[in-house]
């Protein structure tokens, strides 16, 4: 089971980047595909996420500015981030939230993050 993250970078403030992340090998039913960010210093926060049934959350901070996409068939969760600001920079990680066979109890799985840095 892998979750591969790309994109990122470094950009200006203003500028906008895109991150994908992509499941393979995962077996397990897909509550819901994520992604949060954690800044130095800082706890990990939730960013913006999809829902199986298409119900799409975002952080105060980032609606009207991050765009999440999410493709179930193939397990794959997109962030368009536009207009971006120095406090953005963080590192970014992909997460899926899933149940295991009838169980109600829900588990994480973390992409392994790759770095967002919003330059002044």
């Known amino acids: 089971v892998q979750l591969q993250a790309s994109g990122g970078g470094l950009v200006q403030a203003g500028g906008s980047l895109s991150l994908s992340c992509a499941a393979s090998g995962f077996p397990y039913t897909i509550n819901s595909m994520n992604w949060y960010r954690q800044a130095p210093g800082k706890q990990r926060e939730f960013v913006a996420g999809v829902a199986t049934d298409n119900t799409i959350t975002y952080a105060d901070s980032v609606r009207g500015r991050f765009t999440v996409s999410a493709e179930y068939a193939r397990k794959k969760v997109d962030l368009h981030m536009m207009s971006l600001r120095p406090e953005d920079s963080a590192v970014y990680y992909c997460?899926?939230?899933?149940?295991?066979?009838?169980?109600?109890?829900?588990?994480?799985?973390w992409g392994q993050g790759t770095q967002v840095t919003v330059s002044s």
């Open positions: 997460n899926i939230k899933y149940r295991r066979g009838f169980s109600t109890c829900e588990y994480d799985r």
